[in-house]
Each structure stands twice: as C-alpha cells, then as structure tokens.
C-alpha cells in the first residue's frame, strides 16, 4: 500500500514519533531516579530532556 505523505514528511514525523517516546522515556525515569533519592541523576536526565524539548518550546505562543 503506498503513502499519500511525501518521505520527507513522513521521516519528519518518525522523528517527532521518536522525540515523543524519548521524552516520555526520561520524564519516566526522572521520576523514578527522584523516587530512589538520586538526585544526580535526575538533574542529568532533566537536563536532557531540556535539551531535547527546547526546540519544541521556541515555536509554542
């Protein structure tokens, strides 16, 4: 069956897809590094997903 998105459309949103499951994998594990007191690890993991949701955050209004 063929797609009526064009590839560079749809790589666009297996990207997104991707940046979706990633950041919700960290938020996870933030809670859980915050849950077993290691706030280290929890700051690094933060600071990573700071990274990986600025670009989303520039084009919010």
Do not use: C, K, Q, Y
């Not at 998105?5 to 297996?14: G, H, T």
């Not at 919700?24 to 990274?51: K, M, P, Y």
């Amino acid at each position: 069956m063929s797609s009526i998105l064009a590839p560079s459309r749809r790589a666009e949103l297996a990207r997104a897809f991707e940046n979706a499951i990633r950041e919700l994998r960290l938020r996870a594990h933030i809670e859980f590094a915050e849950a077993a007191g290691d706030t280290v690890t929890a700051e690094r993991l933060r600071e990573e997903l700071d990274e990986l949701t600025a670009p989303a955050r520039r084009w919010r209004f």
